[in-house]
């Protein structure tokens, strides 16, 4: 981007992105207080960060194209070809449309709740054994939990927990390797070449054997092979950080909020209030690209053709035009739309497998079997990300 293309936008020259892989929100607040799009040298796009931009951006997808030229490329060298992620209409709604069925709210209760529910007990059994002086929440409970939803949700028959782990782990760092660092592109095509392996075995079963799995509705989708292998290491690359990372984000924001915590233990109808203003409050997803297709004017910033855009759901779901005292965590806050899972056609497909697998079922469990859990003070915890943004430490303890 050449300085006479971004000399009409505000300059945001002083965005360290150090700073923001520690915490980010100080930077959010920042930009929310200056302006809503900004040109930030250090990230070679621009950030959008109000609720009303973010809006705007994912109501039009012909100004704003999913189909970023940059990151896009980076994307299919990491999973071997174009997701629906990076797709507009029609290509992406013919992609999203084979999923759908799988994902609806009906179906998850139907086929999928005993299933999440089965895996949450299975691994609220590992954090037992391993106690209140050893237990991680995040290593023990939260990643394991939902690896394995998503491998049973996904169909991944033959995958184990530390796969889909290590696999999520590799692809998330190929998507982001834009100065292509040869390690990480080692360790992102060996995990492709695995999945891939698996998918070849798999693909012909579903074909013959339908169910209700991500995989066979993409196969029964008439969807070519590699648009199926390339949504399914989608789905393994971001399917685990937001359920993950509300887990132990929630416990998180509970323990220093205990009158909230308190409540929700004395009405377990709460529980599903707490999901919601734990990704909003401390959103897993804190941004995803988008590039322009022609000159623009967003919030009244103008924008050339071809702009790389980072639209900062994270700092939107903090503006104070959109939620009043944004920054507070309020179980009680009046029930208004967040930009967690994004919005519009893009809307994340599976936020309701989210919501019940996490919010309903993977915490609530906790707080009914592990009395007075929360995060131990004599073990160190650690954060991670802006990104993609969570609790990667958190050792908890609670009354054995």
């Given amino acids: 981007m050449t300085t006479t293309s971004t000399s009409r936008a505000p300059l945001a020259d002083w965005v360290e992105p150090a700073a923001m892989q520690a915490d980010p929100y100080p930077t959010y607040r920042r ?120 491998i049973d949700l996904l169909g991944l028959k033959g995958a184990g927990v530390a796969d889909m782990q290590r696999w999520s782990h590799a692809f998330i760092a190929g998507t982001g390797n834009l100065h292509d660092d040869p390690e990480i592109w080692r360790r992102c095509d060996a995990a492709r070449s695995e999945v891939d392996a698996l998918l070849d075995e798999l693909i012909p079963h579903y074909r013959v054997h339908p169910d209700n799995t991500i995989i066979s509705a993409l196969v029964q989708g008439g969807l070519p092979l590699s648009d199926v292998a390339a949504n399914v290491k989608l789905t393994i690359s971001g399917g685990m950080n937001e359920p993950q990372h509300v887990v132990t984000g929630a416990v998180w924001a509970l323990s220093r909020h205990p009158d909230q915590r308190d409540r929700v233990l004395a009405d377990p109808a709460l529980w599903p209030a707490v999901f919601e203003e734990t990704v909003r409050w401390l959103s897993p997803i804190g941004m995803y ?112």
């Fill in 31 to 150: 930009l929310l207080d200056s302006t809503p799009v900004a040109w930030v040298p250090a990230l070679g796009r621009y950030l959008v960060t109000s609720a009303a931009a973010c809006r705007a951006v994912e109501e039009d997808q012909e100004t704003f194209s999913a189909n970023v030229s940059g990151g896009a490329a980076t994307l299919a060298r990491a999973l071997g070809a174009p997701p629906m992620l990076r797709k507009d209409d029609p290509e992406h709604a013919d992609e999203r449309r084979a999923v759908n069925p799988v994902l609806r709210p009906k179906t998850l209760r139907a086929q999928w709740e005993p299933v999440f529910a089965r895996n949450a007990r299975i691994h609220l059994e590992v954090l037992r054994e391993l106690g209140p002086d050893e237990a991680d929440l995040n290593r023990d409970y939260a990643g394991p939990v939902a690896a394995q939803n998503l």
């Fill in 289 to 400: 690209p988008r590039e322009t297709t022609r000159p623009v004017m967003l919030q009244g910033v103008p924008l050339p053709a071809g702009a790389p855009i980072g639209v900062v759901v994270a700092a939107a779901n903090r503006d104070g035009a959109a939620f009043d005292r944004p920054d507070v965590f309020d179980i009680a806050r009046p029930r208004q739309p967040h930009l967690a899972f994004g919005s519009g056609v893009h809307l994340c497909a599976g936020h309701w497998a989210a919501r019940i697998s996490i919010g309903e079922i993977a915490v609530p469990l906790l707080y009914a079997h592990l009395p007075g859990l929360r995060p131990d003070p004599r073990r160190a915890e650690a954060w991670h990300g802006w990104v993609f943004r969570g609790l990667t430490t958190l050792p908890v303890t609670w009354e054995s």
